[in-house]
T-cell receptor, first 114, second 115 residues
Framework: AQSVTQPDIHITVSEGASLELRCNYS??????LFWYVQSPGQGLQLLLK??????LVQGIKGFEAEFKRSQSSFNLRKPSVHWSDAAEYFC????????????FGGGTRLMVKP | GAVVSQHPSRVICKSGTSVKIECRSL??????MFWYRQFPKQSLMLMAT?????????EQGVEKDKFLINHASLTLSTLTVTSAHPEDSSFYIC???????????FGPGTRLTVL
């Protein structure tokens, strides 16, 4: 069965600084990988996804993520964080099990200092 | 595109009553819908998977008689929490999967508080 680990529960960065949120997955083959963002009291918004092809994927709101098979990682990055980026970020994976079921990481809460 | 709505956004009910939550895919047909619950400061936990026109598949530990799921059309799934108790208080989120895709689109969630 697949699993996802987000090692950092909380991260605080200054506005304008760069950001990297870590995500490691455990799965035998190449999974489908996703990053979602959740603002307080809201549902999840898809930031980006990786299925195949170019390992560097661009998403919305200036985010990008890089799939590294050798490290079983799919880290999310943004070169310059804005105060509105403060939210909870979830990495998720879909394996080859039936039904396209997502397995979520525990989430990383991003706080942005002015 | 890919907009999913949920209604209501917040509901407060008395213990012992039933609450119905609706999940709609507004601009696409969802062959599969998922229901999650999320406790404060925690990740999402899948409760069940529903396919249009068939019975839902529940995750281990989720009582199917307590959390009734109906997916009567390609755009609507409902979750009914029967005989709700305070421990059922949670944030319930649905997602929809369009046919032929591998991406789930999430609703805005429903905050249920059981007094």
């Amino acid at each position: 069965a697949q699993s996802v680990t987000q090692p950092d529960i909380h991260i605080t960065v200054s506005e304008g600084a760069s950001l990297e949120l870590r995500c490691n997955y455990s799965y035998g083959a190449t999974p489908y990988l996703f990053w979602y963002v959740q603002s307080p009291g809201q549902g999840l918004q898809l930031l980006l996804k990786y299925f195949s092809g170019d390992t560097l994927v661009q998403g919305i709101k200036g985010f990008e993520a890089e799939f590294k098979r050798s490290q079983s990682s799919f880290n999310l990055r943004k070169p310059s964080v804005h105060w509105s980026d403060a939210a909870e970020y979830f990495c998720a994976v879909v394996g080859d099990n039936a039904g396209n079921m997502l397995t979520f990481g525990g989430g990383t809460r991003l706080m942005v200092k002015p | 595109g890919a907009v999913v709505s949920q209604h209501p956004s917040r509901v407060i009910c008395k213990s012992g009553t039933s609450v119905k939550i609706e999940c709609r895919s507004l601009d696409f047909q969802a062959t599969t819908m998922f229901w999650y619950r999320q406790f404060p400061k925690q990740s999402l936990m899948l409760m069940a998977t529903s396919n249009e026109g068939s019975k839902a598949t529940y995750e281990q530990g989720v009582e199917k008689d307590k959390f009734l799921i109906n997916h009567a059309s390609l755009t609507l799934s409902t979750l009914t929490v029967t005989s709700a108790h305070p421990e059922d208080s949670s944030f319930y989120i649905c997602s929809s999967l369009a046919g032929g895709t591998d991406t789930q689109y999430f609703g805005p969630g429903t905050r249920l508080t059981v007094l």
